[in-house]
């Protein structure tokens, strides 16, 4: 058996060495058709586009992207060659929940942001979305949720969160077709149709919001300020945008050990299921260093300005410093 797996993908390799005779880690942008031919299993994040010009005349009968977005699969291909599927729902909701709490925490400290008594408006009320939803209460905020896909009855409508919020937060996926389309959800008539001056938050995917649009609204102040990981043409960032923002990072709220550990455990699952295969045992995320001291404050265990920092220095660098990312915990644990 030979597995083909993304080489940024960390904690993973040596369970997969107990699975199988061959395992290849390759860059995901450069894995080609020729390095999946023989291959039984491919193992990818969103770097790997998989469709038929990948996967044609290959062995592959299963892939799996370690990640909860799976926009990078062509799923109408892998259903007409019979190749299996699946992404990590849910994997790192409890690290992009922490981003968005540092976030706001952040915003009071340094902004004019009140969060006791401030309202939230969360669009996108899945895995990450309902997390946020806890983090927001817990902070003191009201609470406000759009999500057509769910039938909640206290949920409200966009036109609602665009006149109540003072702080509008993303976390749905990206579609660009259908009744529920979210490609530029927040658009140039969505900023306009504002009537507070409220923070934008998108974690999501960065096409959800109109990158220029949002950048028009900043400079045209009907935004007070925003905090971007993810960008339209990743990693080829508007750079107007991302020196404007509060907090502009690389694609990584999700990126704690905790929620790439949970990824981890989410691929082997589905590779002993689809193949038959005894499981090697769990993936157990590392430990924070022995001098850490954690005195109950969450910046302590992340400050997303770090990685703001860094990329508003070294834009270019942005896949570098997301696939090199160091260790961070959504928990204190020693």
């Not at 057509?148 to 409508?157: C, G, I, N, Q, S």
């Not at 509060?246 to 689809?274: E, Q, W």
């Amino acid at each position: 058996m030979k597995i083909v797996v993304d080489d940024k993908i960390p904690y993973l390799r040596p369970q997969l060495q107990l699975l199988a005779d061959e395992v290849v880690a390759l860059p995901g942008a450069e894995i080609s058709a020729a390095d999946v031919r023989d291959a039984d299993a491919l193992i990818v994040r969103t770097r790997t586009r998989c469709d038929e010009r990948l996967l044609a005349g290959s062995r592959v009968s299963l892939v799996v992207t370690a990640t909860i977005g799976y926009d990078h699969i062509d799923t109408a291909y892998m259903q007409r060659a019979g190749i299996s599927w699946t992404n990590c729902p849910g994997c790192n909701s409890g690290s992009v929940a922490q981003y968005v709490e540092c976030a706001l925490l952040l915003l009071q400290q340094q902004r004019r942001l009140q969060l006791a008594g401030s309202t939230i408006g969360i669009v996108g009320c899945g895995h990450v979305g309902s997390k946020v939803r806890s983090v927001a209460r817990r902070l003191g905020m009201r609470v406000l949720v759009c999500d057509p896909l769910l039938a909640e009855p206290d949920f409200v409508t966009m036109d609602v969160l665009q006149q109540q919020a003072d702080v509008i937060t993303f976390h749905v996926p990206l579609t660009r077709d259908g009744q529920y389309a979210t490609w530029h959800m927040a658009d140039d008539d969505f900023f306009h149709r504002l009537t507070r001056v409220p923070y934008i938050i998108n974690t999501s995917r960065g096409e959800v919001v109109d990158n220029r649009a949002l950048l028009a609204a900043l400079q045209e102040g009907r935004v007070e300020d925003a905090v971007i990981d993810v960008w339209e043409d990743e990693p080829r960032l508007l750079l107007p945008l991302l020196q404007r923002v509060f907090i502009g990072t690389p694609h990584i709220a999700g990126y704690s050990a905790d929620g790439k550990v949970n990824a981890d455990n989410m691929v082997i699952d589905a590779l002993c299921r689809h193949f038959g295969l005894p499981h090697p045992g769990a993936v157990e995320p590392p430990r924070l260093p022995k001098d850490f001291r954690y005195d109950g404050d969450p910046l302590q265990l992340y400050n997303p300005l770090n990685d703001s920092l860094k990329l508003k220095e070294h834009p270019a660098d942005f896949e570098s410093l997301r696939n090199n990312y160091p260790l961070r915990r959504e928990h204190f644990a020693m």
